[in-house]
């Protein structure tokens, strides 16, 4: 498992300092999320394409995804997934991360009605999904979806990919959201299993005792209660030979530490679980 970072660490740094930075301080791979501090337009100009794709090269550094905001449940995200598609194969990345995306609740006491509107949603998603698939497979590139928002339990993003059983689709195991919603890594790896694409790691603690989620504060590898350690412990013995990704969101949330901080701090606990 080699270790990545996302440029989401980097809200105010050009995509050259940020990957200078990485490089210097010794990831593998950097995960585009940000590109001179902005998300990335998947429309971008072929000359901005390539000055991308010079500056991750000139640093050594593979881009090992794509980071979409698309949401399945959506309104019509395929064209723009195919546009990630391409952007990808432009960058020589073997994955783009979409999200699953909201699903709308039924009302209470409504348990029937719930469960049918449930199983139309994952269709839909499924659809979306399986639209994108010949070109993901033509471009080499992969369909990864996070663990996040409505679909942050793997035991609902499982049902979604047994939809969709094709090894161009996949899921990206955020490490805090799963555990946010009460799942262990045992758990994800027995829902997820062999469809891990990508593990992004993050740790966590509750910031107040309602343990909600705007009541979590990100914090320094180690230091909260995500079972990082445990999650990593579990990929390896399935002989997950992926990446392992740090996504230190300090877009979101502009209060936790540096990047200058952060960054290597995770990379130094991560070899001393013995991920290299």
Same mark, same amino acid.
């Given at each position: 498992?080699?270790?990545?970072?996302?440029?989401l660490?980097?809200?105010?740094?050009?995509?050259?300092t940020?990957?200078?930075?990485g490089?210097?301080?010794?990831?593998?791979g950097?995960?585009l999320?940000?590109?001179?501090?902005?998300l990335?337009?998947?429309s971008?100009?072929?000359?901005?394409?390539?000055?991308?794709? *010079?500056t991750v090269?000139?640093a050594?550094?593979?881009?090992?995804?794509?980071?979409?905001?698309?949401?399945?449940t959506?309104?019509?995200p395929v064209p723009?997934?195919? *546009?990630f598609?391409q952007l990808?194969?432009d960058?020589?990345?073997p994955?783009?991360r979409?999200?699953?995306?909201e699903?709308?609740a039924?009302e209470?006491?409504?348990q029937?009605?719930?469960a049918v509107a449930l199983?139309?949603?994952?269709?839909?998603?499924?659809r979306?999904l399986?639209?994108?698939?010949p070109?993901a497979e033509?471009l080499?590139?992969a369909i990864?979806?996070?663990?996040?928002?409505?679909?942050?339990a793997?035991?609902?993003?499982?049902?979604?990919?047994a939809?969709?059983?094709?090894?161009?689709?996949?899921a990206?195991?955020?490490?805090?959201?799963?555990?946010r919603?009460?799942e262990?890594?045992?758990?994800?790896?027995r829902?997820?299993?062999? *469809?891990?694409?990508?593990a992004?790691v993050?740790?966590?603690?509750?910031?107040?005792?309602s343990?909600?989620?705007?009541?979590?504060?990100?914090?320094?590898l180690?230091e909260?209660?995500?079972p990082?350690?445990?999650?990593l412990a579990l990929?390896?013995g399935?002989g997950?030979?992926g990446?392992?990704s740090v996504?230190?969101?300090k *877009?979101?949330?502009?209060?936790?530490e540096?990047?200058?901080?952060?960054l290597p701090q995770?990379?130094?606990?991560l070899?001393?679980?013995?991920?290299?």
């Amino acid at each position: 498992m080699r270790i990545a970072y996302s440029t989401l660490a980097f809200p105010d740094a050009s995509l050259a300092t940020a990957t200078a930075l990485g490089r210097r301080w010794g990831f593998d791979g950097v995960e585009l999320r940000l590109i001179d501090g902005e998300l990335i337009d998947p429309s971008m100009p072929a000359a901005d394409r390539a000055r991308v794709k *010079r500056t991750v090269t000139g640093a050594g550094l593979p881009v090992v995804a794509v980071d979409s905001s698309v949401r399945l449940t959506g309104d019509d995200p395929v064209p723009e997934i195919l *546009r990630f598609l391409q952007l990808a194969s432009d960058w020589e990345s073997p994955l783009v991360r979409v999200f699953g995306g909201e699903l709308q609740a039924a009302e209470p006491g409504q348990q029937a009605a719930r469960a049918v509107a449930l199983e139309a949603a994952l269709e839909a998603a499924a659809r979306v999904l399986e639209q994108c698939l010949p070109a993901a497979e033509r471009l080499g590139v992969a369909i990864g979806v996070e663990t996040h928002d409505a679909f942050s339990a793997s035991s609902l993003l499982a049902r979604l990919l047994a939809i969709v059983p094709s090894p161009w689709a996949g899921a990206v195991w955020d490490s805090h959201h799963p555990h946010r919603v009460g799942e262990r890594p045992d758990d994800v790896c027995r829902h997820l299993g062999d *469809r891990v694409l990508l593990a992004q790691v993050k740790d966590a603690r509750r910031a107040d005792p309602s343990g909600q989620p705007d009541g979590w504060r990100l914090v320094l590898l180690g230091e909260g209660e995500v079972p990082v350690r445990e999650m990593l412990a579990l990929l390896a013995g399935r002989g997950y030979q992926g990446w392992v990704s740090v996504e230190w969101e300090k *877009r979101w949330h502009p209060e936790i530490e540096e990047p200058e901080v952060a960054l290597p701090q995770h990379l130094e606990v991560l070899r001393e679980w013995g991920v290299e």
